[in-house]
């Protein structure tokens, strides 16, 4: 292999290293918010789901929370990157319903709703690349 390929192929080992530290912390973060401010959080569980939304609030929290985790190392990132992806799709309708709740609000808070809906699918994309770059890692000799 010439040695420009090692350095581009290490380049790209701390890109996809970086990138996934910052998946881990945002999850973390947010996981960590579930716990320490969950008013918000029970205001978006879906209706339809049962128990109740502080259940649903610590839940999500506590698997925001592994999947950080699992993410953050890359022993088990590829498992944990996999695992965010199924998060972020998971919670695709308590923004939904953020969105429908919050129709009649000022515009500025408008925004933050509906401009969470299309965020998704690239959340769903990067914790996909993640595992794929991961999974790759793990194949190296």
Known sequence: MAATDRTTDRSAARSADRS??????MLGGVGALHFLAPKPFDAIVPRA???SPRTWTYVSGAAELAVAAAVALPR???AGALAAAGLFAAVFPANIKMARDWRHRPAPLKAIAYGRLPLQLPMVAW???T???AGRRDARP
């Open 76 to 78: 088990t990132r590829r």
């Open 49 to 51: 789901l049962p128990g």
């Open 131 to 133: 595992a794929h770059a």
């Open 20 to 25: 996934a530290r910052t998946m881990a912390r």
């Open 127 to 129: 914790a996909l690349h």
